[in-house]
């Protein structure tokens, strides 16, 4: 960021206070997201502790075993260089990640609940509705099957134009969720709002759902003879 497009190493740079000559670049690392996973690092550079005094100081230490179990012989090489530095509690990497992304995950969570209820709604509307459509052409699969239709053709024929209505609503549902998905990008940490596995879920579940009810509506409106419902009508 400061020398763009040039080789950084052996650049010398200042801080801005007074009586300090300056610092020579001797590495460049990677970005490191030292306060939050779902923001920018900033401008980071490394001096040696013995530069400046802090009043604490964190060190990352790699085992593996049991975290709790590495801080003794941790606490003991503190103690081996001085016996009066205190030496604060041990956290896992983990629990410190996790802590930083807790409150995107209650997001997450609400967004679930929350999609999976709609989902549940939808579905159900869509069983429900489709169901009576088909019901209400009882009278004319009747007439097809009396006509010399097989039951298995007029079932077809009903799921077919059921399902039509339910394909051209899954696919402006598909636009609608991909506008929406931009919406809601900014409240999503590493997780894709356009999610096409996610999609694709929901859209075979619905349809799943649409066909199941074209057929079952169709099955029972075929199960009663057609002569009878013909009469009945």
């Known amino acids: 960021r400061l020398w763009p497009g040039q080789d950084p190493i052996g650049k010398r740079f200042s801080r801005g206070l007074p009586d300090e000559a300056g610092f020579e670049v001797v590495g460049v690392v990677a970005d490191a997201k030292l306060t939050s996973l779902d923001r920018t690092p900033p401008l980071m550079v490394y001096l040696p502790y013995w530069w400046r005094t802090r009043p604490s100081l964190s060190i990352v230490i790699r085992t593996a075993t049991d975290p709790a179990a590495a801080m003794a012989p941790v606490r003991a090489a503190v103690r081996a260089i001085d016996p ?41 509307g869509v069983y429900a509705s489709t169901s009576y459509g088909v019901s209400r052409r009882r009278r004319e699969m009747n007439i097809r099957v009396a006509l010399g239709a097989r039951p298995s053709e007029v079932t ?78």
């Open 84 to 124: 009066d530095i205190a030496v604060g509690d041990a956290r896992a990497l983990d629990a410190i990640v996790g802590a930083s992304v807790a409150g995107r995950r209650y997001q997450m969570r609400l967004f679930v609940a929350f999609g999976a209820v709609a989902l549940v709604i939808a579905a159900l």
């Open 156 to 233: 077809a024929l009903v799921v077919r134009q059921g399902t039509a209505p339910i394909a051209i609503g899954l696919a402006a549902g598909t636009l609608g969720a991909l506008a929406v998905g931009r919406l809601v990008a900014s409240l999503l940490f590493d997780v894709r709002a356009d999610d096409p596995f996610v999609l694709a879920a929901a859209v075979a579940l619905v349809g799943l759902v649409g066909i199941a009810a074209c057929a079952s509506a169709a099955r029972q409106g075929l199960r009663i003879d057609p002569a009878q419902a013909l009469r009945d009508d």
